[in-house]
């Protein structure tokens, strides 16, 4: 965009040159005055620089070459002729001045130019148009590409979380069955602590109350304990 709107600026300046070109000799024909002639010359010095801006800015476009060459070789048609009827009247040939400037062949270089200009600038509008375009094409690919890589990203993140928690769940089963294990084997302990326990006092109290000799005896060595 920025390119186009500089392209425009370089071609409405070359039309005002070559308008002020014009209106410039019309004046130093009818009047001879030389401040006519400053207007000229800034005219005729400031065109070759727009033409060299207006190639640059234009480079890439379609039929550039004969753009830039058509409109080029006008300019020139257009600075030559003008100077030519200013020789004459400086030659004191103003009535022979006024016939060249009469037949119109300056104002249809004017127009030819002005022609070839809009035709310019339509063909830059017509390719900022399709950059554009294709720019809005781009950022459409490029959204969908944003959307479609958030949408992979929460899968990622949703199949993370899904994993962490089956481990911790798995964990908490792993947790719950040790500690059902823990509670079982203790319980167990328990009730053979308890078996032996009664065991050892059923046996204490027959060896305590029995009317009978008892003896413990080492069954090796069957010395008494």
Do not use: C
């Not at 600075?79 to 249809?108: E, W």
């Amino acid at each position: 965009m920025n390119n186009t709107l500089k392209t425009q600026h370089y071609i409405t300046k070359l039309e005002s040159d070559i308008l002020d070109i014009q209106t410039s000799v019309r004046g130093y024909i009818i009047e001879a005055d030389k401040k006519y002639l400053e207007t000229y010359e800034y005219s005729k010095n400031d065109l070759p620089a727009l033409i060299d801006s207006i190639n640059e800015l234009l480079s890439g476009l379609e039929l550039h070459d004969s753009y830039v060459d058509r409109l080029d070789k006008l300019v020139k048609e257009r600075i030559d002729f003008a100077g030519h009827i200013i020789n004459v009247i400086d030659k004191s040939d103003k009535d022979s001045a006024l016939i060249l400037f009469s037949t119109g062949y300056g104002k249809r270089l004017t127009d030819s130019i002005k022609e070839l200009v809009d035709e310019i600038d339509n063909a830059q509008h017509v390719r900022y148009q399709l950059v554009e375009s294709n720019d809005r094409v781009l950022w459409s690919k490029w959204q969908r590409l944003v959307i479609l890589s958030f949408i992979v990203q929460i899968f990622l993140v949703s199949l993370i979380l899904y994993v962490i928690l089956r481990s911790a769940g798995r964990r908490r089963e792993s947790i719950e069955t040790i500690r059902k294990l823990n509670a079982d084997l203790e319980n167990r302990v328990s009730i053979r602590t308890e078996e032996l326990s009664q065991s050892e006092k059923k046996y204490r109290y027959l060896f305590d109350n029995s009317p009978l000799p008892m003896f413990i005896f080492d069954i090796q060595t069957m010395q008494i304990l």
